[in-house]
């Protein structure tokens, strides 16, 4: 089975706090994203990544940043974390196939900014 | 954007029965995925249906696809207690790109 792991199942962090969540996948696949969401909102987009080094912005970058040094590891970096920033964290994976790009997720990672 | 919109947003049902859930859309798309996540947990995908088919079925889940009216809807027949999840529909756009963008869910509770 695919598997998508984040490091953190669960983080307390203070306003201004450099914060680093951890994705590794184990399938080799292309892309990897990260979500956030939000009671209400759903799951809104952050930063995706279609190979190595590259990345692309989402509907909500601001605030954050992304590295993928590794096909397998998918970074999410919170510069200067806000209490606006807690949520739900949602990393995912999926092979490059056009008419079969499925996701699979980690079971995210709950971040409290205080 | 192009996000799903869900609707309704939230169902209430007994078990056995049917669960319906619609999503709308703007833009094209090459495919739409159904994902179900049971609460505070991650994603697991359900189903995919292409912008060339109408109808898939996957053991009790049905998905339909129509694209000149831009909607998909998924029905759940026989409901259990364990269907209790929010339910989303994803979209992959037309172009290249291979982000997914998420509808806002509809929280679909089964009583027993």
């Known amino acids: 089975d695919v598997k998508v792991t984040q490091s953190s199942r669960y983080l307390v962090k203070r306003t201004g706090e450099k914060v680093f969540l951890e994705c590794v996948q184990d399938?080799?696949?292309?892309?990897m994203f990260w979500y956030r969401q939000d009671p209400g909102l759903g799951l809104r987009l952050i930063y995706f990544?279609?190979?190595?080094?590259?990345?692309e912005k989402g509907d909500i970058p601001e605030g954050y940043s992304v590295s993928r040094e590794k096909k397998e590891r998918f970074s999410l970096i919170l510069e200067s974390a806000s209490t606006n920033q807690t949520s739900m964290y949602l990393c995912?994976?999926?092979?490059?196939?056009?008419?079969?790009?499925?996701?699979?997720f980690g079971a995210g990672s709950r971040l409290t900014v205080l | 954007s192009q996000q799903g919109e869900e609707d309704p947003q939230a169902l209430s049902i007994q078990e056995g029965e049917n669960a319906t859930m619609n999503c709308s859309y703007k833009t094209s798309i090459n495919n739409l995925q159904w994902y179900r996540q049971n609460s505070g947990r991650g994603l697991v995908h359900l189903i995919l249906i292409r912008s060339n088919e109408r109808e898939k079925h996957s053991g009790r889940l049905r998905v339909t696809l129509d694209t000149s009216k831009k909607s998909s809807s998924l029905l759940i027949t026989a409901s259990r207690a364990a269907d209790t999840a929010s339910y989303f529909c994803a979209l992959r756009g037309a172009g290249n790109t291979g982000k997914l963008i998420f509808g806002q869910g509809t929280t679909l509770q089964v009583k027993p």
């Open positions: 995912a994976s999926s092979p490059e196939i056009p008419g079969a790009n499925v996701l699979t």
């Open positions: 399938m080799d696949h292309e892309n």
């Open positions: 990544s279609y190979d190595v080094k590259m990345k």
